[in-house]
């Protein structure tokens, strides 16, 4: 009996050794899989990447020569008006007239035919104002913006279209820059309708002289709205792509300037970025001409560009294409192929593991019988579920991508007065409603895109009462041979939200009650409170503050206050300068507000932001009981916002003890402490809201109707 429990106990053991040798082999040869795998997929996205240089390559060059083939054009056009013997004839003329009354006398005879060969010539190339550029009130000045002229080598204006702007300013400094007998180009601009627009020039020589400097006797000058024939010219026809695009793009300073449309709807010569923005397909461009890269565009999404940049005008041309969609076939690939690989790993290794065990009748039979255990326990756990799904008084299933059921609970069948049962495989649309059902769908769609969890709280009306309803919708991944689904789990919290919001208005009114009692004490500071929440709510929208700081800092600005119930009102209405004990006092009244205050239960950091209102930016004198070495970035912006509104209420308005400051001197106050005592940057918003968003209007009808 020994002798063969020895035996079965070494064949065990060998069993069990040979088991795991198979096992390491089989993750060895899974290793060397894997490390295959991904060096052969990365080949292949290599290979992705040279095809898609080449494919962007061709399209950029296309588009690059025709706006190159659109600039000679133009260019064309200027050289072939300077070249005209007529033109030259009467040009020469005028240069060579010894007297103004001769010079007049030319202009009088000859200068219609020139001016209606310039409007013929204008109409047909397009050198004449748009319709909308030249549609204006008759009782405003018509502002040039297109057209042709000519003028001397002095700059004088000889002859020009309707709608030429006059040679001075921008289109002068061009012509004076202008190497002598050479055509020239004037980058792009926005011309007086706001409309991207090029000026180009030709030089005219004197009629039957060699094309000389010498002999140069003025310019032909055009001037041309582009956005109708350049920026059309950056679209490939036929492009499948869908996230390709043309830019053009050129330097202004440290910056890169975006020239002409984007594909989210940014106008021409409207956008500009830093040219040090980490890995901005851009400035890449510019530095790299010809090149071929993977970096982000102008919306932060990885793209795949080339670019080619331009001789005669500074310009960089960049096309690109999004690299989720360029590689989509690769990731795909190396997905699929990772998939297979593991699931290929995973079927050898439940064969050698079922080989094993079959191998041991005994392990297979109780493995057996604990299969059953566990699959009647499943089969109980199941139905519990069911029961307790059934028992909640939540709305509860499942739809899958086209919106069936797949599982419901005894709630959602009763509000759609049918069985759970018939349920089973319809549409949410055909039980529901389009109405009804087109909110969860949307939702459902989104989990999906976006692959986790998404909330939404939504007020329904429901035969004439509102219903406040929380919904859960989380992805639930293919199980079963079964297509990918969404979880909804919707909640009515009427009543919960409904309390939140009686006990926000309790709250909001014990603060209202909290500042009256504060403001009839010292009938000086009357709404000093209000004004200090107003302006902190203004200062907190201006430095782009989410809704819940917003609210904190307002609360904070009315109860800043509150401490001055402590100080003496006759200190507080003394019509004399206090003393610096006195001053000491005040101060510590306001700082215990937060104290008063620190057991009642605000939405937001209230207590917080007043026990850190009174820091100074730079940590100095720190008041006692305040949290020390806070300073900085350390304390909260709240409180920030509160104390530089509190600090421009207090030197705007009136005391007991001396008058208000001019607005301009509490700005220039807060100004000169900005940085030491201040934030700057809520210094700044406070400017900015009150010479731009209309607070200084406000303040001076405040003041003057003597409400601070």
Known sequence: MDDDRALDKKAANRAARRFAATIVLLLLAGAVGVYLTLRFVEDERQRDLHAWQVRLGIVADSRFAAVNSWLADQQGEMVALAENASLQLYMSQLVAAATDSERQFLIDTQGQFLRNLLIVTAERAGFSPTATASEVPANVDRVGVAGLGLVDRAGRAIAATPGMPVVEGGLADFLARLEPGRTGIMDLFQNGAGQPAMAFAAPVFAVQEDPDQASQIGYVLGVKEVGGELFPLLRQPGETVVSAEAVLVRRAGAAVEYLSPLGDGTQA???????????????????????????????????????????????????KADRAEALADSDARRTRLLSVLLLGLAAAGILVLAVWRHGSSRRASEAARRYQALARRFESQRNLLGLVTDSQPTSIYILDRDGHYRFANIQVARAAGVETEDLIGKSMTAVMGQDAAKRA????????????????????????????????????????????????????????????????????????????????????????????????????????????????????GRLLNLGKILVPADMLTRNAPLSADERRQVRAGIEASAELLRDVEFDGPVVETLRQAMLRWDGAGSPAGSPGGVAGEAILPTARVVAVANAFVGMASRRAHRQALDLDEAVAALLQESGRAYDRRAVVALVNYLDNRGGRQLWSEIRRAGAV
């Open 269 to 319: 010569l409207a956008l500009k970025l830093s040219a040090d923005t980490p890995e901005l397909d851009a400035a890449y461009a510019l530095d790299n001409p010809g090149g071929f890269a993977a970096r982000v565009d102008y919306r932060g999404h990885g793209v795949l560009l080339v670019a080619r940049g331009f001789t005669n005008v500074p310009w960089t041309l960049l096309y």
């Open 441 to 556: 769908l949307e939702l459902n769609m989104r989990a999906l895109e976006r692959g986790h969890r998404v909330t939404e709280v939504a007020r329904i009306e429901i035969e004439g009462k509102t219903k406040i309803v929380q919904s859960d919708h989380i992805p639930v991944g293919a199980e079963s041979g079964m297509p990918p689904g969404v979880l909804v789990v919707e909640s009515d919290i009427t009543e919960a939200v409904t309390e939140r919001e009686r006990r926000a208005r309790i709250l909001q009114q014990l603060v209202g009650t909290l500042v009256a009692v504060v403001d009839r004490r010292d009938p000086f500071a009357a709404d000093h409170s209000l004004r200090v929440a107003e302006a902190a709510r203004a200062i907190a929208l201006e430095m782009g503050m989410n809704a819940g700081d917003i609210d904190t800092a307002e609360t904070a």
